[in-house]
């Protein structure tokens, strides 16, 4: 193929993907996700701290999404409005002492569990979810990977329950093809309080095989009773391990996470 016509086809092959991309975001932006009056103006923050590495794609997901998302960064003490504060993945403060240990001393933290004592919600994706334990916004701790090794893969997951925001829609017998990132991410808590977290309905995700069967093979971590993800007594604060931002994009071939993603912004159940 002549030269000029092989540029002519790279520069077309780009055009299409990004026009593709515009059309998706557009789509979601416009299509009906069943949104009430009050969640067209809702604004989330995404918090920042020394070490964080997922702000970028919670903030562009969100976006992606139609709502506006800011950047909170950890010194400040004003959570500028926002009505949902997401708490993203990372390495918080270079995981010293212990993943999150650091971070829930951080001054935005004071105004963040305020936020959510008062009912407003609030999300930790991995290193969130760490630093959720360590401000006791969460049950339970989160201990090394049984394997003593830092897992970065893809694993499936699947809803425990649909009476949750973040779970409200999604298929409880599809399997979520999600990546996870972490050293310790192994759930884990006492056996009174694992019996609360079944008999409020706490329990979010568990870890599950591609066939959505959950099994003691495809628990990538070691985590008590295969859990992934939970909630807090409130139903406002959510915390799970697996990264949804990091498979919200065409480009990846996985939306699997967008559509988890894609239920903080429907009708509250």
């Known amino acids: 193929m002549p030269y000029h016509k092989s540029i002519l086809l790279i520069k077309s092959t780009r055009w299409d993907k990004i ?22 103006d809702m604004k989330f923050g995404v918090v920042v701290f020394p070490g964080s590495n997922c702000d970028d794609d919670t903030v562009g997901v969100i976006q992606s999404l139609g709502y506006e998302a800011v950047k909170l960064w950890h010194k400040e003490t004003d959570l500028q409005n926002c009505d949902f504060i997401i708490i993203p993945g990372g390495f918080s403060y270079g995981d010293y002492l212990r993943s ?47 394997s003593q090794k830092f897992i970065s893969k893809n694993i499936y997951l699947k809803a425990a329950t649909n009476n949750s925001l973040l779970t409200q829609e999604l298929d409880t017998n599809k399997a979520y093809k999600i990546p996870i990132a972490h050293a310790e991410g192994r759930y884990f808590t006492d056996e009174k309080t694992l019996a609360s977290l079944k008999a409020n309905d706490q329990i979010l995700f568990y870890y599950c095989d591609q066939n959505g069967q959950v099994t003691e093979e495809s628990n990538p971590n070691g985590s008590l009773f295969n859990i992934a993800g939970i909630c807090n007594e409130g139903r406002n604060v959510f915390g799970m391990m697996p990264h949804p931002e990091r498979a919200a994009d065409p480009d990846l071939n996985n939306t699997d996470g967008l559509e988890i993603m894609k239920q903080l912004i429907l009708q509250t159940v």
């Open 19 to 40: 026009k593709a991309r515009e059309a998706l975001h557009f789509s979601l932006k416009n299509c009906n996700f069943a949104q009430n009056n009050s969640k067209e």
């Open 100 to 146: 999150g240990a650091i971070a829930r001393f951080s001054p935005i933290m004071d105004h963040v569990i305020e936020h959510a004592k008062n009912g407003g919600y609030l999300m930790g994706i991995c290193n969130g979810f760490q630093v959720l334990v360590e401000a006791h916004l969460l049950p339970g701790v989160l201990l090394r990977n049984n």
